[in-house]
């Protein structure tokens, strides 16, 4: 089992940038494959973006395309998620996401706010 803790999030201008982190706990991170979800108010959780065990493939949403980047540090036990020219759309809660075959866990989020 492994448990997240997200960092990172607040509340930032149209256009401006967050990097948020997720720390992992336990000897296995690279087990896992890692991801970003978010949940804006009353709206279900989607999908932001992913990245594998070695961190050599990366996978975004087509809303956040170009515009955030996933990546992950094996020996730091670390996801991150650069988000860049955000927009008031992005406002949401941020999860992170860990799955290893079947099972996944979740991290107890970040808010992050983009005001316009």
């Known amino acids: 089992q492994v448990q997240l803790a997200e960092s990172g999030g607040g509340l930032v201008q149209t256009g401006g940038s967050l990097r948020l982190s997720c720390a992992a706990s336990?000897?296995?991170?690279?087990?896992?494959?890692m991801g970003w979800f978010r949940q804006a108010p009353g709206k279900e959780r989607e999908f932001v973006a992913a990245?594998?065990?070695?961190?050599?493939?990366?996978y975004y949403a087509d809303s956040v395309k170009g515009r955030f980047t996933i990546s992950r540090n094996n020996a730091k036990n670390t996801v991150y998620l650069q988000m860049n020219s955000l927009k008031p759309e992005d406002t949401a809660v941020y999860y992170c996401?860990?799955?290893?075959?079947?099972?996944?866990?979740w991290g107890q989020g970040t808010q992050v706010t983009v005001s316009s």
């Open positions: 336990g000897r296995t991170f690279s087990s896992y494959a």
């Open positions: 996401n860990a799955r290893f075959l079947s099972s996944d866990y």
């Open positions: 990245i594998s065990r070695s961190g050599g493939f990366t």
